[in-house]
């Protein structure tokens, strides 16, 4: 083979993919132009860092003199996690068959699928505002924040995973004449049940997190203590929770790791 015949053939098999190029190079302009109207600029981030070495300087050493405090907070967040969670996830079952349209009619799935949307719409923090308008200060508006986001996130994946199945177990199941109770149970959740655990132990992590940011709009939990210290200027007590915060998340995902493993 001659090195034209080569370097012809070498060109067919990797051809430029102008399209690709171009929305690379549109990303990159509009990038810039981003950055230019939202006055970044140099000076401020280096002043940024100065300001965030200071701030970071003044968090240690970690206070613990506010212990009691500190465990009332993380408390109520774990309460208000795992009770979102288990609220979340037995609303979500229902939720997730009715929208999955390999089991159940279109007028079923189109309302319930428009209810999952709703659920994923708006941020944690956004219902959390709204809760906290409507039923006041506290645990609860936290847990209902939680429950909308729980059912939004675990009834999505349920839905598209049911969708996935192999119908042969669920024919064989209804022609032995079950009802449909016995359907669900015995054709569909064995071949979901491993994936739904870990959506499960996935959203009970994510609750763990999101109690924290629910809190700093007044819904109860750690992140009002955070948000109080913050005001406070008790930075060494900021640093404390933070450190708290990132020991408890580290055991719930251990937690879950081993609940994942359980069920394999």
């Avoid at 190029?21 to 600029?41: G, M, N, P």
């Avoid at 929208?99 to 659920?119: D, E, F, G, H, K």
């Avoid at 007590?237 to 719930?252: D, G, N, R, W, Y």
Wanted: proline fraction near 3%; hydrophobic fraction near 55%; aromatic fraction near 12%.
């Amino acid at each position: 083979m001659t090195s034209a015949a080569a370097a012809s053939l070498r060109a067919r098999a990797f051809p430029p993919n102008w399209g690709v190029r171009l929305a690379w190079l549109a990303l990159l302009v509009y990038s810039v132009f981003a950055v230019s109207q939202l006055d970044f600029t140099w000076d401020r981030f280096v002043t940024g860092l100065d300001n965030g070495a200071r701030f970071i300087g003044r968090m240690f050493p970690p206070s613990v003199d506010k212990l009691d405090l500190l465990a009332r907070g993380l408390l109520e967040s774990l309460q208000i996690a795992f009770l979102a969670s288990a609220l979340g996830i037995v609303l979500s079952l229902p939720i997730g068959l009715l929208a999955a349209r390999n089991l159940m009619p279109v007028w079923v799935t189109w309302p319930t699928r428009l209810l999952i949307a709703l659920c994923r719409s708006f941020h944690q923090v956004i219902v959390a505002i709204l809760f906290v308008k409507a039923v006041g200060f506290g645990a609860l508006a936290g847990i209902a924040a939680l429950v909308v986001a729980s059912i939004g996130f675990i009834g999505k994946l349920f839905a598209e995973a049911i969708e996935e199945i192999s119908l042969k177990q669920v024919e064989a199941v209804r022609a032995t004449g079950a009802p449909f109770m016995n359907v669900i149970t015995y054709g569909v959740l064995p071949q979901v049940l491993a994936r739904f655990i870990g959506f499960a132990t996935y959203q009970l992590d994510s609750n763990l997190r999101n109690s924290t940011m629910v809190g700093i709009v007044g819904a109860g939990g750690i992140g009002g203590t955070l948000f109080s210290a913050f005001q406070r200027f008790d930075y060494d007590f900021v640093c404390t929770i933070l450190i708290a915060i990132i020991a408890v998340i580290m055991v719930s995902e251990v937690f879950s790791q081993w609940i994942r493993k359980s069920f394999q």
